[in-house]
């Protein structure tokens, strides 16, 4: 698993489970005209997702990623 993220567009793309019971996935990104909004794309129409532990710390590190992009931009 890397430790660092290119959170930039296109982003990155995260795995989880749905609320059917599927694999699915959420898509982090920050656009590169609005550096200070990080958007997740989410993959069901309830927004229930599903994480097991190794992928809520795949996200965790994601967002964080996302966190310090969006920071250094201001």
Known sequence: ???SYEVRHPGVRVWCGNESGWSS????WISRWTPEVIRIETPTVFN????TVEQAVQLRDVLHAAVRTGSDAR
């Open 1 to 3: 698993m890397p430790t």
């Open 48 to 51: 229930r997702t599903v994480w």
């Open 25 to 28: 996935s959420l898509l982090v």
